[in-house]
């Protein structure tokens, strides 16, 4: 597994809505300048949290995103899944995202790699934004 940029700026973005309240509603300029995110490139990616219902939005001069729910409700598995796929370091160990790969021949490697995708796993999905905001 490997974060790409979406996916570390999407959780960047959560943070700082965890932080300011789920009732605020935050414009995008001001988490773009907070957490130092090119505001059309945060833009894509509120709109996918908001389709992936991680968000609520209201157009408008008062406008702006808040969490959908509560941030102790959001893992960060779920994001990261959203964004970049499996979680696995290869597709053959991978629970939700399994293709077949060379390494399957030899039982010992996929062993190793399915420890790592455990761990990595469930580190991700018994960690809240609210653990990680607080």
Do not use: C, W
Not at 4 to 10: D, F, G, H, L, V
Not at 58 to 84: C, K, M, N, T, W
Not at 118 to 130: F, I, P, R, S
């Amino acid at each position: 597994m490997k974060l790409t940029s979406r996916s570390e700026y999407a959780l960047l973005a959560l943070i700082y809505l965890a932080r300011t309240g789920s009732e605020n509603l935050v414009p995008v300029q001001t988490i773009a300048t907070a957490q130092g995110i090119p505001p059309k490139f945060l833009e894509q990616i509120l709109l996918i949290l908001k389709r992936a219902k991680f968000l609520r939005s209201l157009r408008g001069q008062a406008g702006g995103y808040a969490l959908a729910r509560p941030a102790s409700q959001i893992h960060l598995a779920e994001v990261i899944r959203l964004f970049d796929g499996a979680l696995a370091p290869t597709e053959s160990v991978s629970v939700y995202f399994y293709e077949s790969t060379p390494i399957e021949k030899e039982q010992k490697l996929i062993s190793v790699f399915k420890d790592i995708r455990d761990y990595v796993a469930g580190k991700l999905e018994n960690t809240t934004l609210a653990d990680v905001s607080e």
